[in-house]
């Protein structure tokens, strides 16, 4: 059942429209201002970082996306092919599929056998507490991903909405592995509430997958004999750009930006408020049907755009980006104004 229902999931949203409507990440408020003296030599640019003890030759995660089903495998080969060439990271679907049915650890291991030395992040749920030596070791990942979903389970007709505990597993699946572990929305965002509470339980990092990008609930909706929960919450959630702005002012570990991210300029906005990396996905997953050569594609025209907002605002390196000015606006100012968050502080760094 599990299985079938990744196939679903896969196909919707490659072929439906499963974006939110009305609620856009945040973006869209923010400006970062132009130098006219960027003092910049763009060809010099370096987009290399460092995430939880990898080097990546850009600040780019192919999100977690699929697994657990034949039909993934060859998905999960393109984009790590793609991967590997380009010196980023990558992320897997849920591994529950392929612990409880071995038949289907190909659609997973495949990723680590196209991309041997890239960052490569497993995937379990929240209370998955024994399925994480598993999930890690199955793909020799270098940090494990537990995914926080509480929108999709509601709205899934199979859902499992008892969340009681989780917060507490998060904590014993950190003592658990061995490698570093990342808590992971999957597409509502997490408050800096929350992320102070996961920081705490000791996680090494915070996805916030924000809201604005691909929407669960809508995902959801069309697997529903009945639409009315989808649709009312098909625009549920925190902006992406909100969302990395609230926990990078409010915890010290690494912050993963995504959630609707399709540009670099998107990009270098979430790296601007304080992320260490940022995560895209539906934009490459309608290429991983045609090779990898075309999700290199996508990737490289991301970076150019990266490299010239960087050019745009004087920045030759990410540090520089993290420190370069910018004006919030919108509702996204009146969000985090009204959260507590001092937005002047961004356009008046020094």
């Not at 056998?113 to 890690?136: D, F, H, R, T, W």
């Not at 992320?195 to 339980?201: D, Q, R």
């Not at 390196?317 to 919108?330: A, F, H, Q, T």
Request: hydrophobic share 40%; net charge negative.
């Amino acid at each position: 059942m599990i299985s079938d229902r990744k196939l679903e999931h896969l196909l919707l949203c490659a072929h439906c429209d499963v974006q939110y409507k009305n609620k856009r990440t945040g973006f869209e408020d923010i400006e970062l201002i132009h130098r006219a003296l960027p003092e910049v030599n763009k060809e010099n640019i370096d987009l290399s970082t460092e995430l939880l003890g990898k080097e990546l030759k850009s600040p780019i995660i192919i999100s977690a996306m699929t697994g657990g089903h034949p039909s993934a495998l060859s998905i999960n080969k393109e984009l790590a092919k793609a991967v590997d060439k380009m010196g980023i990271g990558m992320g897997l679907g849920s591994q529950r599929a392929a612990i409880e049915n071995p038949e289907l650890i190909s659609t997973y291991d495949v990723a680590r056998k196209e991309a041997p030395s890239s960052l490569l992040i497993g995937n379990i749920g929240a209370p998955q507490i024994e399925y994480a030596p598993q999930a890690v070791e199955m793909i020799d990942a270098d940090a494990l991903a537990v995914h926080l979903n509480p929108l999709q389970e509601s709205i899934q007709p199979e859902g499992d909405i008892d969340a009681t505990g989780f917060l507490d597993s998060i904590g014993e699946i950190v003592k658990t592995v061995d490698v570093p572990v990342i808590a992971k929305e999957t597409g509502a965002g997490i408050c800096y509430e929350d992320a102070v509470l996961l920081e705490k339980k000791g996680v090494d990092a915070i996805d916030v997958a924000g809201s604005g990008g691909t929407s669960w609930a809508a995902v959801e909706t069309y697997r529903a004999d009945d639409s009315y929960m989808g649709d009312l919450y098909w625009d549920w959630g925190i902006p992406t750009a909100i969302s990395t702005a609230e926990i990078t002012q409010s915890v010290n570990i690494p912050v993963i930006s995504s959630g609707g991210i399709r540009s670099g300029l998107d990009a270098a906005k979430a790296i601007a408020l304080g992320a260490e990396s940022v995560g895209i996905a539906l934009p490459v997953l309608k290429e991983a049907y045609i090779g990898y050569k075309e999700v290199m594609k996508v990737i490289e025209r991301f970076q150019e755009s990266l490299k010239a907002a960087m050019f745009l605002v004087g920045a030759s390196n990410l540090d520089e980006l993290k420190s370069s000015k910018m004006i919030i606006r919108g509702q996204t100012r009146e969000w985090l104004n009204e959260r507590g968050f001092d937005t002047q502080k961004y356009a008046r760094r020094l």
